[in-house]
């Protein structure tokens, strides 16, 4: 066939005669035809299978041995995943077997070894598998285990509504009716060591429930996911420190749990996958079904429950995927104490030199956006433990908040939006699916699930020395708190303890009053123990290892909400770059009434004026007036741990007391 100039075939008419014709059939195109027969064989050319993920062992070289011992690590894989979805009261079921079930049959096309995996029941020893049978039993269950980010898209897309790619390749989905975790449907099993063990009655996080309860809820969950066509499985760790680190499975029936979880726990090379055997503990995810309001301790139809000693938790009545991050959380924060482990609700960094920095404070005063730093090593934005051997992150990934985020303001975590990443509740252009990110519509709590390696300056394996510096963070609406002070120990316990943020309610109809809120250890909805257990560890850390305290001020300045202005971000950042950089430590102070807090005369790149928070209101009367309402709600926070020892020495309690407002 000739062609022109410009490299198109001409097109022939009229029985034009070349030798090439020699049927009188004209083909227009000139390379060799796909290899298949059918449209299915030819689909079924574009998938190679993975690669069996059992290297062929020594001994065991012939293929027909790795073979086999491949179906056995899979056969062994669904054992264990059928007993963790196997009823507590019925003797049989379920059939767990592996797989997308709209993709039966597929396989045979390839020559896979079987079309249908073998699958795997659970049955109970020493009973009859007659009795107490359900139809549940007879029907399958596919799983879909650790199913790779490009597999989830297709799922999210496929089937769950709300779920989109944007402009940037990120997966935008809904969280449905919750967008916000459930702190007061939290509830943990009280048995004899739970009792005895953990932080109950006024001030705690820890709502109980019964171990009864507990087994009717986790039934309801179970019950719930072997009903539907399939799971999904992620099988993966908790702690960057290898020799505390926990092994997670996380059950759940939505593509964007499955994704969110593969983003934000430590995800598995394929040969700790093979190792992995069973889990250290177990989340049921069953958020699109509420609980019961008949089961006892329910108070509405979302509930979230913790057995420490089954090593489970029950999610059901909330889709928001937060829960299953901060549960384990919670977790972690009962496990790790016990091995003399500090848990922390922080994000952590570390400079060029190895100068590692926590930064502590309750949601949206910064955890995130301050440890992201371009000059420095990431850590974590959020879960660490400190250990005798150092830090090291709970997490395998990163959850920023989205609201007004800017390219100019956040650039790593704005490029982190990318192919991968779960963009939760935020609202896009229908056409162009660019995300707006000032729109509150469905939230204001937006939020991106990213995995640590989006970021590019991320210290993998995300484990440091010890911390020199201990920034403890604060958005404080009222506006009296200086922007950066220099705490001693006792101060810095005080304030770890009170763990103060003044969030503004409602930004939208009007000037609101500010919200003072105090979490103990700034994290109170996850501790599991009395603040002041956390507490001890961190001072006797802080002196054991020299590390200084600070206190950071992100918010108001020049007034309360409504008169003043939040602190801007480069201020905030200069603050935090003086901290680092040392030139904090020598700088000159002086000191505040009522908190009596060290504040620097100055820093580079910051005005001075603002450095005291007097200097930028204009009524000094309403200054002194809020910097006593402060004072005096802090004084009120503090009163029920006035009593509590901390560490086995009454006198640190009355340094850490004295180390309060005064006034
Ligand atoms: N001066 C400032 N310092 C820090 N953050 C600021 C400042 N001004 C505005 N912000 C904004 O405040 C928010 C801080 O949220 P961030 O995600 O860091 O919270 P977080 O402490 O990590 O909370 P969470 O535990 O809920 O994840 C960001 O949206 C950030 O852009
Ligand atoms: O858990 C969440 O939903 C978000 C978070 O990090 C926090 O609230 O501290
Ligand atoms: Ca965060
Ligand atoms: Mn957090």
Known sequence: MASTPNGLARIETHGAKTKKHENGICHDDSSAPVRAQTIDELHSLQRKRSAPTTPIKDGASSPFAAALSEEERQRQQLQSISASLASLTRETGPKVVRGDPARKGEAAAKGAPSPHPQPVHHHHPHVTPTIAVSDSSLKFTHVLYNLSPAELYEQAIKYEKGSFITSTGALATLSGAKTGRSPRDKRIVKDEASAQELWWGKGSPNIEMDEHTFLTNRERAVDYLNSLDKVFVNDQFLNWDTENRIKVRIISARAYHSLFMHNMCIRPTEEELEEFGTPDFTIYNAGQFPCNRYTHYMTSSTSVDINLARREMVILGTQYAGEMKKGLFGVMHYLMPRRGI??????????????????????????????????????????????????????????????????????????????????????????????????????????????????????????????????????????????????????????????????????????????????????????????????????????????????????????????????????????????????????????????????????????????????????????????????????????????????????????????????
């Open 342 to 663: 500090l848990s922390l609700h922080s994000g952590c960094n570390m400079g060029k030199q190895g100068d590692v920095a926590l930064f502590f404070g309750l949601s949206g005063t910064g955890k995130t956006t301050l440890s992201t730093d371009h000059n420095r090593l990431l850590i974590g934005d959020d879960e660490h433990c400190w250990s005798d051997t150092g830090v090291s992150n709970i997490e395998g990934g990163c959850y920023a908040k989205c609201i007004d985020l800017s390219q100019e303001k956040e650039p790593d975590i704005c490029n982190a939006i990318k192919f991968g990443t779960v963009l939760e509740n935020v609202v896009f252009d229908e056409h162009t699916r660019e995300v707006d990110y000032t729109d509150k519509s469905v939230t204001e709590n937006t939020r991106a699930a990213y995995p640590i390696e989006y970021i590019p300056n991320a210290k993998i394996p995300c484990v440091g020395p010890h911390p020199k510096n201990v920034i403890l963070l604060a958005c404080d609406a009222f506006g009296v708190l200086p922007p950066v002070s220099k705490l001693n120990l006792p101060q810095t316990m005080y304030h770890f303890i009170s763990g103060y943020t003044a969030l503004v309610a409602g930004t939208e109809d009007g000037i609101k009053e500010p919200q003072a809120t105090f979490s103990a250890c700034f994290g109170a909805a996850f501790i599991m123990l009395h603040p002041t257990k956390y507490a001890a560890m961190l001072a006797e850390k802080m002196q054991k290892y020299g590390a200084t305290g600070w206190l950071v001020n992100t918010g108001w300045s020049g007034g309360r909400y409504g008169v003043g202005k939040r602190i801007r971000l480069p201020y905030t950042r200069k603050i935090i770059d003086a901290i680092h950089s040392g030139e904090l430590l020598t700088a000159n102070y002086k000191k505040t009434e009522v908190f009596g807090l060290e504040i620097p005369t100055e820093i580079d790149g910051v005005p001075s004026e603002i450095l005291d928070p007097i200097n930028t209101w204009t009524d000094k009367g309403a200054y002194k007036e809020t910097l006593l309402k402060l004072a005096g709600l802090f004084k009120k926070n503090f009163e029920v741990f006035a009593n509590y020892k901390i560490g086995g020495d009454s006198s640190l309690t009355d340094k850490i007391l004295a180390a309060g407002p005064n006034f």
